[in-house]
């Protein structure tokens, strides 16, 4: 069973940093792009950030630009979303995805999505 599995999430006081992992269990990553998406209550899922199967190009939201920086292991078979100078309004469930493109405009190309992280953001 092909499956992904986001970890990493947790309470974190504003200016604080996060480190998220999505880990592949059934299928490997290697040929598939990677996005992560956010949901915040009462709000539409929106891509923050994707990366290519190489690794070689990435994508960001303009609003998490300089914040948040993404990569990947393709040896854990895990991509990476590290958060840096977290704001409240970062506050979101974190949801990572595969697929054969790297869009964060669109979701619907993606192909796998894990079950999502929460990500809270409180003094």
């Known amino acids: 069973q092909r499956q992904l599995v986001e970890s990493g999430g947790g309470l974190v006081q504003p200016g604080g940093s996060l480190r998220l992992s999505c880990a592949a269990s059934?299928?490997?990553?290697?040929?598939?792009?990677i996005g992560w998406f956010r949901q915040a209550p009462g709000k539409e899922r929106e891509g923050v950030s994707c990366?290519?199967?190489?690794?070689?190009?990435?994508k960001y939201a303009g609003s998490v630009k300089g914040r948040f920086t993404i990569s990947r292991d393709n040896a854990k078979n895990t991509v990476y979303l590290l958060m840096n100078s977290l704001k409240s309004e970062d506050a979101a469930v974190y949801h990572c995805?595969?697929?054969?493109?790297?869009?964060?405009?669109?979701?619907?190309?993606?192909?796998?999505w894990g079950q999502g992280t929460q990500v809270t953001v409180s003094s």
């Open positions: 990366i290519t199967s190489s690794g070689g190009s990435t």
């Open positions: 995805a595969a697929g054969p493109f790297c869009f964060i405009a669109t979701m619907k190309d993606y192909d796998y």
């Open positions: 059934g299928f490997t990553l290697d040929y598939y792009a």
